[in-house]
């Protein structure tokens, strides 16, 4: 065991330089611009207080940079956990705000802890289990369920909810309560914000300025914006015409203290502890991955568990909020030039400095302009294209995100990631139960063989070929049993079954006996059953057991060695003629 393993920071700190101090300063710089608004735009979206943002963008970072194996992955609060946070939170607080409180923080210890367990136990690989469309659907419906939950800062009216159709029938209720002034701040901000983020940075890029200067002056757009409308709020008196704003922010750093142990409040939350640690597992090394690509760098799944736990832990331990690697601010940071983790461990110290001296200046912060600064940011993850392009290429697919999709936005999150999950286990076993068998002949000229239906190509008198495109399980061994046995009883003539087995990568029990069955009721027709071309670990699995020795026929090497051995003149014809083309 190297100690690298356990503490990554232990391979990359001995051999720091000033030059990577240097980079890791001017990108941590520009993120903490981008994560100061950003922390108090996702306490709001979180239902806690703006001081509870900045708490989980200072311990969290610091213990990521120790435990973490990505060099630029930028941890913090994210839009889709908070929303998460926010729904889970609701449900068992009854409306009791210190029992909020305290549930946010069980979520983050807990959603740690999970998360430390699982890279203890080396289960990275659990991320594969979240198919790409199940989670393309829960953040496409996340991003509108959480603009339409800003929707009530953006108009100064009272509406809530858990689904799109309560914010839509509460926003309805009170459309007489709308707020001139605020909609008025709300839209011009999110137009800067849209304008900062498109026009502008093209403008700038267009000039002689250097990238990264053009990329800090465009991701200090929300900082402009937060620093203009407070301005506007205060001193220019929108919050005396009832302009909503944050409120008196108390400074200082977070005391590590732990929560009052509640067994029941614990029981409730496990569930979408897990959900919130599997979803944000699966963005962050998403994330990560991609971004260590780019440098030929590597991250370690497992490791990644370890560090977004010890980040998950640290935050609950300051009174922060769940928190996951978040994708802008990390390609902002990986853009900037951050070199390693310490980057992470620059960006805690400006966001402490923010929170030990500049807190009163967002007491007349308007709550508008938080949530239009949360609807430009979520609107990058609504892709509804994407039902198109599942459409075209796989029903399945676009049943499992259609799912997951309509099942958040109608019923709220943890029951739309579970519907989805089931629906892409459900499409999963109904594809693999039905496999797809296809009949071969030899294609002329080679020793290949291919699909009667798709090719031209030459099938034997006496031999019927027999590929299966799907492992053998409970599943399906039923159907392919009965599959194959219906096409030798009506091939009349045909004395042996070969089963190309190249496509199979596994044999249960349950397949194994209807495999057995089959060599049977063959023998009882007269025909006898080989096998060809079966892997090494399928090889493995049948000689720990007796169906070799009861097998009625040979297993060949290749396939064309069957052929060869079993219709020498259909085979040596086949190879003999020229090529056609398929």
Known sequence: MTLSRWLPAAGWLPGYRRDDAAADGLAALIVTLMLIPQSLAYALLAGVPAQVGLYASILPLIAYALFGSSRTLAVGPVAVISLMTAAAAGQ?????????????????LMSGGLLVVMGVLRLGWIANLLSHSVISGFITASGLLIAAGQLRHLLGIDMGGDTLWQLAVSGARHLDQVHGPTVLLGVAAVLFLLWARGPLKRQLGRTALP?????????????????????????????????????????????PTLPAFDPGLWQALWLPAL????????????VAQTLAAKRRQRVDSNAELIGLGA???????????????????????????????????????GIALTALFFTPWFQYLPKATLAATIIVAVLTLVDLPALARAWRYSKADFTALLVTLLGVLAAGVEAGVI??????????????????????????????????????????????????????????????????????????????????????????????????????????????????????PVMDQLQRSDFLQRLTGEVFLSHYQALEKLDPDTTKQASSKLKVKS
């Open 92 to 108: 068992v607080a009854g409306g009791d705000p210190d029992r909020y409180l305290a549930a946010t923080v069980v979520l983050a």
């Open 211 to 255: 990238a990264w200067l053009v990329d800090l002056l465009t991701k200090a757009g929300p900082v402009v914006a937060v620093i203009a409308t407070t301005l506007a709020a205060g001193p220019g008196g929108l919050a005396e015409r009832g302009v909503a704003v944050v409120g008196p922010v108390p400074g200082g750093l977070p005391v």
């Open 275 to 286: 959900l919130i640690s599997l979803i944000g597992f699966v963005e962050s090394v998403s």
């Open 311 to 349: 980040a998950n832990l640290a935050s609950g331990v300051s009174g922060g909020i769940p928190v996951t690697g978040g994708f802008s601010r990390s390609v902002v940071n990986f853009d900037a030039g951050a070199r390693t983790p310490l980057a992470g461990v620059f960006t805690a110290g």
């Open 419 to 536: 519907a989805g999950l089931a629906a892409a286990l459900a499409l999963h076993l109904w594809r693999t139960s039905q496999p797809h068998i296809a009949e071969l002949g030899q294609v002329p000229g080679t020793e290949h063989f291919r699909n009667v239906r798709r090719h031209r190509v030459i099938t034997s008198p006496r031999v019927l070929s027999i590929r299966v495109d799907e492992s053998l399980y409970f599943a399906n061994a039923r159907r392919t049993e009965d599959s194959i046995y219906d096409r030798a009883l009506h091939c009349d003539g045909r004395r042996h079954v070969v089963l190309l087995c190249s496509a199979i990568n596994h044999i249960d029990a349950s397949a194994l006996d209807s495999l057995q069955t089959l060599n049977r009721r063959l023998a009882d027709a007269g025909v006898t059953l080989h096998l060809s071309e079966v892997k090494g």
